[in-house]
């Protein structure tokens, strides 16, 4: 009776260890097992204080595979307001043409968020619309609480690629509102 409650707890602290070394070092190698400590042979084997393990090549474990998972959402704010000052009256024409483009300013604050999850505020940049001329010029920033430069680059790029086609030769600001909320929902 003793010996077979020692066998036991000889498995069991063998199991565990395997266990264990599986959780703790994801080494890729699992299936750890002990060496025969039940059955007949047991009575022709003296108990031992070393756990004989031996490891075999197994696929690795995905340790967060039972901690169930999840699915973080993202919802991204962008309003933009366009100024074009004593030329307001084409404003409309000008906004619905950004509206078509609006993606490509959305991936830029998307693409800046992924590097600084907290980025969040407003840029204002001025421009020049030419007669003639079918994008913007001389972009400036004038305004907002953003610092990121790489997203101001970014977006008066995209500004710079709009195709606007202004009927007379006027002057405008345009200010971006960025904002997120993030979600998690367990599935």
């Known amino acids: 009776m003793l010996k077979s409650r020692l066998a036991k707890t000889v498995e069991f602290i063998a199991l565990f260890t395997c266990i264990l070394l599986n959780i703790l070092f994801f080494v890729g190698v699992s299936g750890c097992s002990s060496t025969e400590t039940s059955g007949p042979s ?3 084997r003296e108990p031992s204080s070393e756990v004989e393990l031996e490891l075999r090549d197994h696929p690795p474990v995905d340790p967060m595979k039972d901690l169930g998972s999840y ?3 993202r919802k991204i704010s962008m ?3 366009l100024d074009l000052k004593k030329d307001n009256f084409w404003a409309p024409s000008l906004a619905a043409t950004f ?3 609006e993606g490509q300013m959305r991936a830029c604050y998307m693409e800046r968020l992924n590097i600084q999850p907290a980025l969040k505020g407003a840029i204002s940049l001025s421009f020049r619309l030419d007669r003639g001329e079918s994008t913007a010029r001389d972009l400036k ?3 907002g609480n953003i610092t990121d430069n ?3 680059d970014c977006l008066r ?3 710079m690629e709009i195709p606007l086609n ?3 030769r006027m002057r405008g600001l345009i200010t971006w509102e960025f904002g997120v909320i993030e979600g998690v929902a367990k599935k």
């Open 157 to 159: 790029k995209r500004v």
């Open 141 to 143: 920033r004038v305004g």
């Open 99 to 101: 509206k078509i483009h």
């Open 150 to 152: 790489v997203l101001v």
């Open 71 to 73: 699915t973080v959402s």
């Open 79 to 81: 309003f933009y307001r």
């Open 166 to 168: 202004p009927p007379r």
């Open 42 to 44: 047991l009575k022709k």
